[in-house]
């Protein structure tokens, strides 16, 4: 399942180094996939990838001191595509 979660900075020049230091501290089952980040580097759109949503939880305990979290989960729209031609 694909999650895009939406960073709301809080002070990114900490998460910057945090994330040189330490990386990105996901546990194992939870895949980066891509990310966007507006000019003002306040807000980050990240593609995420798992099939256990509790991972994610595990991955945003590491940095909700530095940022605020909304995950939502996604489809592509091929995939939503494919699922609504079934139903016509």
């Known amino acids: 399942m694909l999650y895009m979660v939406v960073e709301h ?18 546990p194992e089952g939870l895949e980066y996939v891509s990310s966007w980040i507006d000019v003002d580097l306040k807000t980050c759109w990240q593609l995420m990838r798992t099939d256990n949503e509790s991972l994610l939880q595990a991955w945003t305990d ?27």
Not at 9 to 26: C, N, T, V
């Open 9 to 26: 900075f809080k002070d990114a020049p900490a998460i910057y180094q945090r994330l040189r230091e330490k990386g990105r501290m996901m």
């Open 62 to 88: 590491n940095w909700k001191d530095l940022m605020d979290f909304e995950i939502v989960p996604v489809r592509t729209s091929a995939e939503v595509r494919e699922r609504m031609e079934k139903q016509l």
